[in-house]
């Protein structure tokens, strides 16, 4: 026999307004707070790892700067060749009129790099 302290009905189920945040009406479980913590602490006793692909995708921002895990030295390399100068502003942290902020795939990725010239 089921309990019904285990049944959902969808009325008592609130559609999240932060996505980091879910709760049932009824218990006022935040989920970002208690459960996923339990189950993160629940999967290394486990020993569940996650896939070599969310690691990598992990570890590249953190040692890198972006998630190609390429060289920040390479982030510039698409600018060569443009007709105007692209400059670091973090070797020359002056101030600037127009600022554009190239992200890491048109930065990285071939296909996107034409879009950012």
């Known amino acids: 026999m089921k309990d019904p302290e285990d049944e959902v009905i969808e009325d008592e189920v609130i559609e999240?307004?932060?996505?980091q945040l879910m709760v049932r009406e009824d218990r006022?479980?935040?989920?970002t707070d208690t459960v996923w913590p339990a189950v993160r602490d629940f999967a290394v006793q486990?020993?569940?790892k996650p896939p070599p692909e969310l690691r990598t995708a992990l570890?590249?921002?953190y040692l890198?700067?972006?998630v190609f895990g390429q060289s920040p030295r390479k982030r510039l390399?698409?600018?060569r060749g443009l007709e105007v100068t692209v400059r670091d502003l973090s070797k020359s942290p002056e101030p600037k009129e127009v600022l554009w902020l190239?992200?890491?795939y048109p930065s990285y990725h071939p296909r996107n790099q034409v879009v950012a010239r």
Request: proline share 13%.
């Open 77 to 79: 390399d698409w600018t």
């Open 46 to 48: 486990e020993g569940i």
């Open 16 to 19: 999240p307004q932060q996505p």
């Open 64 to 66: 890198y700067g972006n």
């Open 102 to 104: 190239v992200g890491c």
């Open 59 to 61: 570890r590249n921002p």
């Open 28 to 31: 006022q479980i935040a989920l």
